[in-house]
């Protein structure tokens, strides 16, 4: 399948309803999604978000688009420098470690790594070009103490994407903060003026001494990455007020075209059904899970497995499925490695098709990857039964692995899979009378056994926790 047969279709959070999908260039897509504030270990409530993007971006790919993914790493913010003081150390320091462990993280979680990862500490002209050219047009205006603020009843259209009512705002009332509620909705710092509580982190610049708001950093990165007018911008749903709401009003100010055509949001993520909060002791970063011994893929595969606007809930036992799942994915491919039918008659053919169009129809509709991993066991099933009845032939199943393995570049859970090791019934009963030998103390039997084993190519070796087995190794 191409992109000219593709018929994509994304609820697109600025309209509320479905879109068809066009890109700007034919065959392109531009591509901006928020990344981390590198002031702590990311949590599973980011990695949801970070899953659905990587997702969404694969099954670009898989429909033939040429994808240019940017996601910006926020690493000075209110948050950082605060964390960095916290610890009595740089900020740099500070958010170098951070950055160090969340691409640690995406390489647990099988994430594709996005084409750039602008920093804000490099691209203080970019904000500062912008931020002038806002209060040239007249939409940024400098208050008493230094700060540069938005006024959006300049703008027109704000609210547009959070559907907030600004008439209902008081006029002329500021908020310094990155981060506020749509109650708190006001006009919001461009640039912050140097205060004690900065310390050391401020930027010396025709703005005066400071340092940008959270918000610009992000119009002024994906701007300068993706051009003035791009195609797809994601995030979670927390932040469409005011991160984004703010995003489009400081873009579309300063360049007077439409800043992004498809708006696209994740859910929220609860874990055992409640908001996860550290007072909940709810709180999850992706390494609590790892430390736990869960298999990072496993948490790939859970975290993304739910459509990406419904509301997920994270639990323990959903993980246990999870695993099961993949397992019952990499047990498929390792079994048709094995199948040496006499051929099904076409039969496999048309489940090909079957799957194909199923899983394809679902993630073309606003990526529903429920849906599309439902056909995708459906079909499991029915190759089983196939393999079962031993009539699926070696050149089926090699298209069947084909196909998984095309299928598998979008989900990225199956990997590499080996043949099983499997012992012959008569070794397995050999082991099982050297145990027996044991046991008894017969050690002559128990000796016999294993060279006659070790002559049959399987080597045992006996440890504190029982015997252990390996197949040796064929040259
Ligand atoms: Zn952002």
Redesign the pocket.
């Known amino acids: 399948m191409n992109t000219a047969t593709a018929s994509i279709r994304f609820f697109n959070t600025l309209t509320r309803r479905k879109e068809k999908f066009t890109p700007i260039d034919e065959g392109k897509v531009r591509m901006?999604?928020?990344?981390p504030t590198v002031y702590d270990y990311a949590h599973i409530g980011n990695y949801r978000a970070f899953l659905f993007e990587d997702l969404l971006k694969r099954w670009l790919e898989h429909r033939g688009f040429k994808v240019t993914h940017v996601m910006?790493l926020?690493d000075v913010d209110d948050k950082t420098i605060k964390g960095s003081q916290k610890q009595q150390i740089p900020l740099k320091q500070f958010t170098a470690h951070y950055t160090k462990a969340f691409f640690e993280d995406i390489t647990a979680l099988n994430i594709k790594p996005a084409d750039y990862y602008p920093k804000a500490t490099s691209h203080i002209p970019e904000m500062i070009a912008l931020i002038k050219t806002l209060i040239k047009k007249g939409y940024a205006y400098k208050s008493q103490d230094g700060s540069i603020y938005y006024a959006i009843n300049k703008f027109k259209n704000y609210g547009k994407l959070s559907h907030i009512k600004v008439a209902e705002l008081k006029a002329g009332a500021r908020v310094k903060t990155d981060e506020y509620t749509k109650e708190e909705a006001q006009d919001f710092a461009l640039w912050k003026a140097w205060t004690p509580e900065d310390g050391n982190v401020f930027w010396e610049t025709e703005l005066g001494k400071g340092r940008p708001g959270?918000?610009i950093?992000?119009s002024a990165?994906?701007m300068r990455h993706l051009g003035e007018t791009f195609d797809i911008h994601c995030?979670g749903i927390d932040?469409m007020f005011p991160?984004?709401e703010n995003?489009i009003a400081q873009s579309e100010a300063a360049t007077g075209k439409k800043f992004v055509n498809y708006w696209l949001h994740n859910e929220h993520l609860l874990v055992e059904g409640r908001k996860m909060a550290k007072k909940f002791g709810n709180f999850y970063t992706l390494r609590d899970l790892l430390k736990r011994g869960y298999d990072p893929i496993v948490i790939r595969y859970l975290l993304l497995s739910t459509h990406y606007r419904a509301q997920f809930n994270f639990t323990f036992e959903g993980l246990d499925v999870a695993r099961a799942a993949v397992e019952r994915l990499r047990n498929f491919v390792r079994r048709l490695q094995d199948a040496e039918g006499k051929g099904s008659g076409g039969k496999v053919a048309e489940l090909l098709r079957g799957v194909q169009v199923g899983f394809g129809e679902a993630m073309d509709d606003d990526l529903n990857v429920s849906v599309a991993l439902a056909v995708l066991f459906d079909f499991m099933r029915e190759v089983n039964a196939l393999l079962d009845a031993s009539v699926l032939s070696r050149s089926e199943a090699d298209e069947v692995c084909a196909l998984m393995k095309r299928f598998d570049r979008v989900l990225g859970v199956i990997g590499e899979v080996e043949r099983e090791e499997a012992l012959s019934k008569e070794a397995e009963e050999l082991i099982e009378k050297r145990e027996e030998a044991r046991k008894a103390k017969d050690w002559a039997t128990a000796d016999a056994i294993r060279v006659r084993l070790r002559a049959m190519g399987v080597i045992l070796e006996d440890t504190p926790q029982g015997v252990r087995w390996r197949l040796e190794k064929k040259a």
């Open positions: 901006y999604t928020c990344g910006n926020t959270w918000h950093e992000c990165m994906s995030g932040n991160h984004h995003e």
